[in-house]
């Protein structure tokens, strides 16, 4: 197993993060537990040391689940992180009382690693808001012991980090990022990981392989690779990549069965980066998965849009919700006020005018619109998750 250094403690590289449980097969959407026994002792026995939970994931239940897997183990034979719902919209927020709810569920008297979970475009407001004092109350966790590092995953914006970072980057330890060879350009995590390295925060790495989706590339792909590493899975690859990256302390990988576990085990025996030469192929079948619009970001669309339209903004998260529709870009675009939306677009077609690129803005727009009113609004699963997290407390 390959591991890091932070801060005197050896951090398996490949964490096992806890969101995609592996379910029962009679339909029923719960949690199969004997096999995440088995998948938690293999990982075990195999180096793995590293378990990331969170307050909603499985409906409340995944904390429940895995403090259970690993009360079987020797406490100083593991690190268990988890994360404090900020980011669910409610009307109040309680952190200590949340956070004990989490010790208990976790059979364990101390978090080795605590985030602030998904700081974005609508969550910084309540994490810096003093009304509820949540950072300060996790800082004095940490003084106390409770918590041994603390820190925040974030898949906000740019200037949302920088926000974050100017204001609490004294009091964190390390970032959670959404971060592949797709969403380097894609998203633009590679700006989000040299501004963490520039401040010196350590990358904790989420989503390595896009839910999947890059653990499953089509054959033409998988062909271009097999050239250079017949014997590496398409998620190895995923991997691998994320390996040569200086600054990456810690890569979780949700796996939902043994055969995931396992060949994610083996990929970490041993550090592998790519050479420059199977980047470059890597990057380049990244590019040809995106099916983007060529938006430049030059902004000369905006300064003629009657509605005021942030283009370049809206078309970067139409290229992302075009590559894989997820709840992230609903996220972002729910923290946005109305007129802002892309279903504020009049279809005037000035912008389309005056594009050098010549992107259809109006349409991209439309289409835009109608994918968002496909996701399920994310405060009404926001409301679902405080429900079935209720239902727990209440054992029923």
């Known amino acids: 197993m390959i591991y890091s250094d932070f801060k005197g403690k050896k951090l398996s590289l490949l964490g096992f993060g806890t969101m995609r449980l592996p379910l029962l097969k009679d339909g029923s959407g719960e949690v199969d537990e004997k096999l995440v026994f088995r998948m938690v002792d293999y990982a075990a026995e195999h180096g793995v040391n590293y378990y990331d939970t969170a307050y909603p994931y499985h409906n409340a239940k995944s904390e429940i689940i895995i403090g259970k897997a690993l009360s079987r183990l020797p406490r100083e034979s593991f690190y268990l992180a988890t994360k404090y719902p900020g980011h669910q919209i409610a009307e109040s927020y309680h952190p200590e009382e949340i956070f004990e709810e989490q010790l208990k569920k976790c059979k364990v008297d101390y978090f080795d690693f605590y985030l602030l979970h998904n700081v974005y475009e609508n969550s910084i407001p309540v994490y810096t808001d003093p009304k509820w004092g949540i950072v300060d109350y996790f800082a004095e966790q940490k003084r106390l012991g409770r918590i041994r590092h603390l820190g925040f995953s974030c898949h906000g914006m740019q200037d949302v980090l920088v926000e974050f970072l100017d204001r609490y980057g004294d009091l964190m330890e390390f970032c959670q990022i959404q971060l592949n060879y797709v969403d380097w350009t894609l998203q633009d995590a590679k700006a989000k990981y040299e501004l963490l390295a520039e401040r010196g925060i350590p990358v904790w790495v989420m989503e390595p392989v896009r839910g999947g989706k890059l653990a499953g590339l089509d054959e033409d792909a998988r062909g271009k690779l097999a050239k250079f590493r017949p014997d590496e899975s398409a998620a190895a690859w995923a991997f691998r990549w994320l390996q040569g990256l200086r600054d990456v302390k810690m890569i979780l990988s949700g796996m939902s069965d043994m055969e995931q576990m396992i060949d994610n085990v083996h990929t970490f025996e041993e550090r ?36 005021k339209l942030d283009i370049p903004t ?4 139409y290229n992302e919700m075009r590559f894989m529709p997820n709840f992230n870009v609903g996220m972002t675009i729910d923290s946005m006020a109305e007129e802002s939306r892309p279903s504020a677009c009049i279809g005037c077609g000035r912008c389309e005018k005056i594009c050098p690129q010549k992107i259809a803005i109006p349409e991209a727009m439309r289409t835009f619109a ?19 997290a209720r239902k727990v407390r209440e054992g029923k």
Request: hydrophobic share 30%; charged share 30%.
């Open 272 to 307: 592998k980066p790519l050479s420059a030469e199977e980047e470059s192929a890597l990057l380049d079948i990244a590019e040809g998965m995106k099916d983007s619009v060529p938006c430049t970001a030059c902004r000369y669309c905006c300064g003629d849009c009657p509605q």
């Open 314 to 317: 809206l078309l970067s998260l």
């Open 370 to 388: 109608e994918m968002l009113e496909k996701i399920p609004h994310w405060e009404e699963m926001c409301r679902q998750r405080e429900e079935a």
